[in-house]
Nanobody, 119 residues
Framework: QVQLVESGGGLVQPGGSLRLSCTASGIIFSIYTMGWYRQAPGKQRELVAS???????RSLDSGKGRFTISRDNAKNTVYLQMNSLKPEDTAVYYC?????????????WGQGTQVTVSS
């Protein structure tokens, strides 16, 4: 069994910054893609950014230049640095990690962390 623990969400004013963290624990043989998704009220969940095992990254167009994803493989942790936050970034942010563990390979979701951008 693999658990993901997220932290770093909260309330921030427009133009502010937040750093989200997500750490995977449990019986982990390998971690592949690590990513962040978000879901705003009444909207579908969307990919914010992802980091492949080889260092490749993908990111939402609206986040380019503002959001940076990084990972520390030794700590099984993925980060999302969010700068110049806008009210439209308000959402629940979820980490998603593709893991090989006991029983095979599958992806896991974090519990979600609320990010609210408001003055």
């Amino acid at each position: 069994q693999v658990q993901l623990v997220e932290s770093g969400g909260g309330l921030v004013q427009p133009g502010g910054s937040l750093r989200l963290s997500c750490t995977a624990s449990g019986i982990i043989f390998s971690i592949y893609t690590m990513g962040w998704y978000r879901q705003a009220p009444g909207k579908q969940r969307e990919l914010v950014a992802s980091s492949g095992i080889g260092g490749s990254t993908r990111s939402l167009d609206s986040g380019k230049g503002r959001f940076t994803i990084s990972r520390d493989n030794a700590k099984n942790t993925v980060y999302l640095q969010m700068n110049s936050l806008k009210p439209e970034d308000t959402a629940v942010y979820y980490c998603n990690v593709d893991v090989r563990s006991v029983g095979g390979r599958r992806d896991y979701w974090g519990q979600g962390t609320q990010v609210t951008v408001s003055s």
